[in-house]
Structure formats: C-alpha cells, structure tokens
C-alpha cells in the first residue's frame, strides 16, 4: 500500500482532486450542473406564483418560498423578478424556433392549412405557458422599459408570420396584417383559455372548434379565400 504522501503526489500529477477523488473539471461540471437545477427551479416555483397570485403581487420570497430555496439564491441566478420573467420569456421564443422545425409547417398562407397549423401550434403553445403568457401582458402594462424589450425580443416572430403573407392581396403593410394576425389569435386565446375571461357559451369550446374558427377567420379575413 502506497504511502499518503505518495498518494498525493500521484493524484496531483493526474489533475485530480485528492479529498473527494474528481478532477476539478468534474467538479466545475457538478458545480454547473447544480446551479442549473437550481435555475430550473425557480423558473418552475415562479411560473406557480404567478398562476396563483398574477405576476404583479408576487414577490422574490414567494418564488424562493415555493422552490425551496434560500432567497439569496435567487440572485445568483436572476437581477430581479423582471430578469426572471425575461428569462421565460427567451425560454418561449426558443420552443417557438424549435415548433418552427416540426412537420407541417406550411410557409404560404394562401394555403388555409397553412394558416390553421399556425393557429393550432399556438393555441397549444397559450395553452401550455399560459401563466407566463398573462405575467408578460401584465409586466408591460406598467413597465414600458419591459414592454419594448418584449417588442423588441417578438420583432422576429411577426417578421416570421409576415413573410407567410408575402403572397396575398392585403389589406395593408405586411407588418401591420401579421400583427393584426398575431393580436387576433392571441387574444382569442386570451379570452377562451382563462376562466376568469371566458364567456358563457352554455357549453365547453372544445380545442377543435375554437382553432377551426379562428382558422377559417383569419384565412377569409386575409385573403386567402379569394
């Protein structure tokens, strides 16, 4: 059996650390790793909070609270619960390119299945993320400086829907019908997917007919019928 000095010697000659028997690479990677889990976390405990209590009443200590966490770890990760809510909100346009990839994706919206994949692959995204969703609308109610950076983040997506239009006879600028495009659905879904909004239709609005409406809406209302 080696002696420990010898022990040490060979340990550090190998670049490992000789207490806990990693490289310190591995333990950088652990380090990384956790803190990711960490951030996850948070985001998940956050997006709880404002489901529960709205984005403007929830408070850093909830969101800590929630996730389990020390509410000095929170800045480690995030600036302040705007940094947080920006943060979500890349996490959104990142699944948003990635939908962008998926089979089915017609780019001409003269084509009404075209604009109906559009519709349907956003009506399941509102309805998957709709906490976040209603947290952003709030946050640019009263922070115009979070407002323009949303704007600005979004500008790509409506440049996305406004190139599907290129081909039709609009009633305007091609921006201007892509953001009519966009308000449309979202507030359709804004509406139809929150209790708190939803008329009283007497009856559930099932996913299908509420994307077959809005499909064939926007597919007449742009031009793409003529």
Known sequence: MGRPQDEAAQGQAEGRDTWHGTRPGAQAGLRKQQAAQTEAE???AAIRVFERSGYLTAKITDITAEAGRATGSFYKHFASKEALLEALLADLLAEGD??????GHGTDFRDRA????H????WGFYRRHRAIMVA???AALVDETFAQRSRDMLAPDLGHIADHLAALDLPGDRLVSASLFTVTIS???ATWLSAANRPDL???LSDDEAIETLTTFLHAGLGGAS
Do not use: I, N
């Open 187 to 189: 507030g359709f879904a």
């Open 42 to 44: 948070l985001k998940a």
């Open 202 to 204: 007497g009856r559930e």
């Open 98 to 103: 990635a939908s962008a990839e998926m089979a």
């Open 119 to 122: 519709v349907a692959a956003f």
């Open 136 to 138: 952003l609308e709030q």
């Open 114 to 117: 075209a604009v109906r994949w």
